[in-house]
């Protein structure tokens, strides 16, 4: 199953979050927003927030950055104490506003919202099959067959609709939904994406990573547990574990370079897991060297690894220029071959003369260079 | 009937239109263009468009008015010879880019896209009779229904599918529709919004008004009849009578100040309509008077039609300001009482000391001003 | 000295404005803002104003209309309770910021800003001379080198500045000026551009028509005077009259097209000069026709004299989309012939089948057309 | 002198560049584009670029960073092979944009750009002199001041007029120059500001930081010398050492965190002056404890240093959020305490219970945190 993913890996590195406040006065969204300022290095292309007051369900998305979609005045307008939130990764395929989620929907049982991280592997199976039924769709994103499903088993309430449509559904999804009442979180069985849960001071909150719930002081509790439903509303938080498999089989590119070093998923800390990567390749392949530098940023705790494990110092030996953004002119002609130093400029004072150790995003594939 | 669309009749003010074009290497987005810029006058709240080269469906939508929604980079993506297009009314209520039209959706038999001008009587019951088959719905728009009820109607193709549509929906309807392979337009049994239908030199087109023919050298054939549904596709343009109803129901507020006074609808001039609506005003409510004026701009022809009947000469008396738009600044406090003048001043040359019939779009409740 | 101006005479169509409250906590920077919205059509290129408090000089001005250009936020910003406002005219040549108006420079007296509306024929002269003492320019606006030159005569006072000042300009100008605690206004010797005085109910108003005073409810004084210097400070209103020429040369294109027909300019109505024009041309050139149409909408009222005149009824014929704006796409190849046709579309219901005399802004030219 | 210029030393952090490409059709332009992003760092407030083709001068300056006030069409309409930038420090008091930079002025001998990093100490005095003699005034930037003695000591040629001006002004500032035939960069006797010099292949490249040089595949040459005038044209490369003091004064901050790690400063390079920085704190400060870390970024250098000195091993403790920007909400209310988190995270893996030295900028102070 991982083979059939891998192709789109990289398409589907999205972040969610939902949170449940206790206080009815308490809006959701503003929470929402820092826990996707948190989580906009997992998809810069677009951001949404879909919230509920109990009566009304409310939402904004577009493409762009948090900053760029979401302000105060929106806040505003996203009211209730119940609420999920969106960002979605940067691609040349699908990239418009339809796709942009959470996917908002009225079904006979009221309203439902929903966010999706991860891709099915069953999509394009499933959709045949609604259309069949005479069902249309709006959207190509995968969040829209899940929202149909459990329209369609929604008779004997939304648990059960929920676990009925993961019968049905193959791949990795990490989910939030919400009703009126209620914030719902889903796992795939596999566990392939991440989904964790904090507890804030009045209530809970879900999140791709922990770093989300760090921002909004809310305690890490524990990773939701693969084929794992966790359903929050005013009794409180209870668990179901519908879908069980022998084997687990997390994303590993997460601890290589998708999620934040100072993100905990599934017990292991992102920092620890590539400070490790780079001991064990500094053991597996040590070199004659002056320095260790990182290919900033993501492969820094890597580069330190390295460091501590081989005795090589570790130094800064590329400076990033930290204010290029989606603006940038590309450079032609003349100044091609010097493109790369706009971004990233050799710190030569470090690096002339040194035989360097240069560790980056690729380590896992055995690179290293001079 | 009437009666219950009434209330919402100043909502359901919008424009339609559709192209298609014989030679499949002519483009039909930028004839659509054109088309809802001279159908502006009937909805600045969003602007649509979609197109289908017989293989794939491109549309593009938003908030705001033609030039805001659509420029040259944008037309230049929206490919293929057949196309629909929609211009929306502003109003407070479900203001929102979702409810944006036309409405593109996949289904069994491909892909389809839709734009309504009316308002159904019976949206809410169908609605509910959907849901509770487990179909979802993303918009509150009239056209997301009528997309539903194709989709299940459509094992016998989508002219069949049509009809049977026709059979379940009641109310106000003029709707221009597109598959791959053709362009479809459809006006409700008692013919309620205008749609006529144009020969253009390579194909047909379909528009709200007869302006939206002229601007791009389309000839006016006719309206399409109320029931009637007109199908163009490449053997060319067929019309089947679907529902026939002894009584026409024509909204009468087109001809006061909906449409623009260049159309003819119904086979009436709008401008000879308001002249004559002038006319009959003055042999009804002939009064002493130095000087006809109009609050501009609607209500010229009918000033005009007074003044001709009346002997009483015709003249300007309260000059426009021509460069108010979205984002003037009311005045407060002390210029409340003068606030009217910044949009419409009076010329005080003309109608100082004179006795003045001022013709306005209120008219036809009897109105007349001294 | 006309045939000078003549070439320039289009480009240096622009609009001032000038308010002076006696209640020092009544900003006047929202009574400009009302004043440039009714004098938008003079010009659509930039606009701007500047203010005073009595201790600091605030201002503003960008390219783009009034409602771009100046919002609710920056008219707070802009404190005091004498102020000048300016709109520009749009032109291919040297549109640029550094261009926009009023210019505002600190000099040895303090502050003072400046609007001007019309076209020094030895400006370039007067640069020569001043950069030859070692001045340095940074635009290419003849405000500058009056500012200049009112600060180097600035040492008895700014009203002797002026007064050298108009010693040493030639053209034509129409001036409002503001220093720390007072507005001025300034016309040229011959009158060739217009400027009004009004009395507010707390002060008074200077703009180039009169259709500004009418928007903020102030009273019509008078026209300024040719080479007179009016002074509006917390004494009051005086006036003095410094060059004196016998022959008045008021440029004939406000009374044709440039101004508003609401406006009153040097004692005679726009509306009535434009309506006697079309009595005129009625006598001078009779024709047998059915319908004289105005092209809109600057020639109704000529159209209107014309009809009059010569008994042949008044109607229109040309029906202009009134949301056609900058972002425009000009159509191309195919539609090309018809483009005329999406900004204004021919009436067909009244014109087909008559003999036509429409009017438009050339009529002082003679051209009538069938 | 330094006392005096401290107050307002963070308020003068801007950049300056200077381009001159031999061969005639290479245009200064987008070489400057990339020296101004690679200064980005020394100013966000505005941008600005002025070039001349020997015949006319263009610029283009504004109110944001680089990507936000230059793209590639106006790149397109900066003609010319000489040409200079300037980036501008983000300050609350006189952010406009008529302070934005280069000025461009028209004088007697022609037209002149500056660009100036630095702050005069005279300047209001320079001011006061200069209105004494009937100049005007247009922003508040010493630049004004500049230019205004430039073009009054004129008549002896440009490099003349520049020696003379340096013996008028006091205070800190670093140069860059264009007429219509050469580029001129100046430095202040006291060194002040740094300023560097490059070769291109094709010309001479001037700086504020050597950075600059590296994106355009420049090589760096040297520093310009303190009092010491550059004059680049057709002729090649002149110096003229104008003022020669005893003492040099370059401003500190330079090197503690103004200044990219990868630029070499009057032959120091930054990221070796941290480092070394961080080495004399280890060992004028040691500290009993387990990790060494650094608030992001500029003092990762220092941290470093402090590491490699002390046998204390350096790791991350604190993760910078990339995305924040401009638009950033702030939190309120509740989530005050946590707000910090937001932009920089703990984490928690490395931190928890260890003892921390944590460098920050503020290590020239001699703090230390545990």
């Known amino acids: 199953m991982l083979n059939e993913l891998s192709s789109d890996k990289l398409r589907e590195k999205c972040g969610v979050a939902g949170v449940y406040n206790s206080d009815l006065t308490m809006d959701a969204a503003k929470y929402l927003y820092y826990c996707l300022y948190s989580l906009q290095h997992r998809g810069q292309e677009s951001a949404g927030i879909a919230t509920t007051d109990g009566r009304h369900t409310y939402y904004h998305k577009d493409m762009g950055l948090v900053p760029e979609v979401l302000n105060e005045e929106i806040l505003k307008q996203l009211r209730g104490h119940i609420g999920i939130g969106h960002v979605r990764y940067s691609t040349t395929g699908d990239s418009k506003v339809a796709n942009a989620q959470p996917l908002v929907v009225r079904y006979r049982g009221g309203s439902i919202a929903l966010a999706h991280n991860g891709n099915l592997v069953n999509a394009a199976e499933l959709r045949d099959r609604l259309e069949e039924d005479g069902v249309v769709f709006q959207t190509t994103i995968d969040s829209e067959v899940i929202a149909n499903l459990i329209a369609r088993f929604s008779s004997n309430g939304i648990v059960n609709a929920i676990e009925r449509t993961m019968d049905m559904i193959r791949g990795a999804y990490s989910l939030v939904v919400i009703t009126e009442d209620c914030l719902i979180g889903v796992r795939d069985p596999y566990g392939l994406r991440p989904l964790c849960l904090g507890k804030s001071e009045d209530g809970f909150v879900l999140a791709s990573e922990s770093c989300a719930l760090d921002v909004i002081d809310a305690e890490y509790m524990r ?20 879908k069980e498999v022998n084997r687990r089989a997390f994303c590993i590119f997460e601890y290589i370079y998708f999620a934040r070093p100072d993100s905990v998923i599934d017990g292991t800390s992102i920092y620890a897991a590539r400070k490790n ?19 900033p940023d993501t492969s820094i705790p890597a580069a330190i690894g390295y460091a501590e494990a081989s005795g090589i110092p570790f130094g800064e030996g590329l400076i990033k220029n930290r204010y290029i953004g989606r603006t940038f002119i590309q450079p032609e002609q003349e100044l091609r071959e010097t493109a790369v130093r706009i971004k990233l400029n050799p710190l030569k004072y470090n690096v002339c003369g040194k035989r360097i150790v240069m560790i980056d995003d690729s380590i896992v594939r055995g690179t290293t260079s001079k």
Do not use: F, M, T
């Open 223 to 242: 990773d939701v547990e693969p084929g794992e439903i966790i359903i929050i509303d005013r009794e409180g938080l209870k668990s179901k574990r519908v």
């Open 277 to 295: 990567a780079g001991k064990i390749l500094a053991e597996e392949h040590p070199v004659d060297a002056n320095l260790v530098i990182a290919v």
